[in-house]
């Protein structure tokens, strides 16, 4: 959903960047995948079989639920995002975090690693900023390491040029940044990594300015819109 204010509907810095970006051809292999493994997870292994490789039984009903198997990958990774982000926002508020699944718990232990040896200062969590015709809410605004930073959590397990540029718009919306990164919290090891993209901050903007753009380009209904709302 968009952000609103004063009236006037803010596209999602991350509904821009996902429209602006080709990620069929991953998310095709993604999907697929989670079909395989649905399949060796829940149907019998064929016992008596002069192949070397595994033969499954599989019922029509097997059939449709390996098809949609990623729907279910989805929405879990996605309430195991939101968790680990509101269990950090806990943290550093000092308040309880609370975590129901292992996953989110695994992600979590991984940011308290992290937290142990790095000195971190929070100004602001979970803030909403506005930009040039689109908003977004930035996990972290605050001091690392002695520096004044914006950091993004994610608990996905590879690292994306998206993620880039949705930090470094955040951190345009900042005054006095010194540096930008993403944490990645692995929810299947518990480890943590950190990028730092303070030294592409410049050309990641000028990417993000340009998808803004595009997406205005692209949806000429929306972009009339906003500039009759914005009179």
Not at 182 to 204: A, I, N
Request: with cysteine.
């Amino acid at each position: 959903m968009a952000y609103e204010k004063d009236g006037i509907e803010y596209p999602r810095c991350t509904e821009i960047i996902s429209d602006c970006t080709n990620k069929s051809g991953g998310l095709v292999q993604w999907a697929a995948n989670q079909a395989v493994e649905w399949i060796r997870d829940n149907c019998d292994e064929v016992q008596e079989s002069d192949s070397d490789a595994p033969l499954y039984l599989l019922s029509k009903e097997d059939l449709e639920l390996a098809r949609f198997a990623y729907k279910d990958t989805s929405k879990t990774a996605l309430d195991v995002g939101s968790q680990v982000h509101q269990a950090i926002e806990d943290f550093l508020s000092n308040k309880q975090a609370v975590l129901t699944s292992e996953q989110a718990e695994k992600a979590f232990e991984a940011f308290l690693d992290w937290k142990a040896k790095n000195k971190l200062e929070p100004i602001a969590l979970e803030q909403t900023v506005y930009g040039d015709r689109w908003a977004g809410t930035l996990d972290y605004y605050g001091y690392y390491k002695g520096k004044l930073c914006v950091i993004d959590w994610k608990t996905s397990k590879a690292f994306y040029p998206e993620m880039r540029y949705q930090v470094a718009a955040y951190r345009s919306c900042t005054d006095g940044v010194e540096g930008c990164g993403v944490l990645m919290l692995d929810k299947e090891t518990g480890m943590p990594k950190f990028h730092d993209t303070s030294k592409t901050y410049v050309q990641d903007l000028k990417v993000f300015n340009a998808m803004v753009e595009l997406y205005y380009l692209r949806h000429p209904r929306i972009r009339k819109r906003f500039e009759k709302e914005g009179k």
